[in-house]
């Protein structure tokens, strides 16, 4: 958890992956807020700018943190892309190894183990 913007923090999502957001203005907290299907939450007092949020750090990941659980990643990724809201994915190793970019680079080896 970051100390000076929230959120930024890594969420688990329903299919049991996970996914960093970093929404650092209140601009990008809403559109957040808005695909979780949360938009009251940006309007709160307790959350309406980042120092209310870095303020109530705990109770604003709580609830995060439960409703990011309700989606995919696929959706969620999709729905961030689409919106403006800042992430990033954090891919399982397999998943890096079986990247057609990384297998393009020629990245991996084959080892004896």
Do not use: W
Request: proline content about 3%; aromatic content about 8%.
């Amino acid at each position: 958890m970051h100390p000076l913007i929230q959120p930024y923090t890594t969420y688990q999502t329903q299919d049991k992956k996970h996914i960093v957001v970093g929404a650092a203005t209140d601009q990008q907290f809403a559109k957040f807020c808005q695909v979780l299907q949360l938009g009251e939450l940006a309007q709160k007092a307790e959350f309406a700018t980042n120092a209310d949020r870095v303020r109530n750090k705990h109770a604003l990941q709580q609830l995060l943190s439960a409703r990011v659980a309700n989606f995919s990643q696929a959706h969620l990724i999709a729905q961030f892309t689409e919106n403006g809201v800042p992430f990033s994915e954090i891919e399982s190793m397999a998943s890096l190894f079986d990247k057609q970019e990384t297998k393009a680079m020629n990245l991996t080896a084959q080892t004896g183990n």
